[in-house]
C-alpha cells in the first residue's frame, strides 16, 4: 500500500473545449467525452482517477484528493 500527500496530489486534467459529459447506458452515471483522462458525473459530484488516486469535485475538473 502506497501513502499519498493529499497536499502533492495533482489532477489537471485537458478538455478539448469546456467539459462536455454524455450518459452512461443503464446507469445514473455521465462520462467525460472530450479529454483523454477518464471523469465521471455521478449525484453532482466529479470523479477521476490517476495513478491509483482518486479525485472528487463539485464542478469539473477533479482536483482534491479523496477524504
Given at each position: 500500500?502506497?501513502?499519498?500527500?493529499?497536499?502533492?496530489?495533482k489532477?489537471?486534467?485537458?478538455?478539448?473545449?469546456?467539459?462536455?459529459?454524455?450518459?452512461?447506458?443503464?446507469?445514473?452515471?455521465?462520462?467525460?467525452?472530450?479529454?483523454?483522462?477518464?471523469?465521471?458525473?455521478?449525484?453532482?459530484?466529479?470523479?477521476?482517477v490517476?495513478?491509483?488516486?482518486?479525485?472528487?469535485?463539485?464542478?469539473?475538473?477533479?482536483?482534491?484528493?479523496?477524504?
Amino acid at each position: 500500500t502506497a501513502t499519498v500527500r493529499r497536499s502533492d496530489a495533482k489532477f489537471d486534467p485537458r478538455y478539448q473545449g469546456p467539459p462536455e459529459f454524455r450518459p452512461i447506458e443503464g446507469t445514473n452515471l455521465e462520462y467525460a467525452v472530450n479529454t483523454a483522462s477518464e471523469i465521471v458525473h455521478a449525484e453532482g459530484r466529479y470523479y477521476a482517477v490517476q495513478h491509483g488516486v482518486w479525485f472528487v469535485a463539485d464542478s469539473p475538473p477533479p482536483i482534491s484528493c479523496g477524504r
